[in-house]
């Protein structure tokens, strides 16, 4: 994403979260019991680590594919104050679908995807 955060220089500050374990990115770091943590809910303690450490007022997130995940996990946490969240090309599971392999997914099937979500990670 890089490239296209060049592009949003004259009108915003864009910061590109690279999330552990991708990109160029080290691994997680061995957590209780020896695990580190990767998923939506420890991709979005890491972005809103960035968001208290380097954007100060409401920064709007932006997100593609998984980062369209993580977007959406942080802004319906609400730990971090955000302007709010722009998900692009969320992944839906197919499994969420009445019509199995539909792409892409309806709107209510988007939205029952959401609500499950944020009822697995505790969010409001």
């Known amino acids: 994403m890089d490239f296209a955060a060049r592009e949003?220089?004259?009108?915003?500050r864009p910061l590109v979260v690279d999330v552990r374990g991708r990109g160029l990115s080290?691994?997680?770091a061995p957590g209780p019991g020896g695990g580190g943590g990767y998923g939506p809910a420890?991709?979005?303690?890491?972005?809103?680590?960035v968001i208290a450490a380097?954007?100060?007022?409401?920064?709007?997130?932006f997100g593609h594919s998984t980062g369209a995940r993580i977007a959406a996990v942080v802004a319906a946490r609400g730990k971090a104050a955000t302007g709010g969240s722009v998900p692009?090309?969320?992944?839906?599971?197919?499994?969420?679908?009445?019509?199995?392999g539909r792409t892409p997914p309806?709107?209510?099937t988007f939205f029952r995807?959401?609500?499950?979500?944020?009822a697995r990670y505790g969010c409001r």
Do not use: K, M, Q, W
Request: overall charge negative; hydrophobic content about 45%; aromatic content about 2%.
């Open 8 to 12: 949003l220089t004259d009108l915003v």
């Open 88 to 100: 692009a090309d969320p992944p839906i599971r197919r499994s969420a679908a009445p019509a199995a």
């Open 113 to 118: 995807t959401a609500d499950a979500g944020r």
């Open 54 to 61: 380097l954007a100060p007022g409401r920064p709007v997130l």
């Open 106 to 108: 309806s709107l209510d």
């Open 26 to 28: 080290d691994g997680a």
């Open 42 to 49: 420890a991709y979005a303690e890491d972005t809103e680590a």
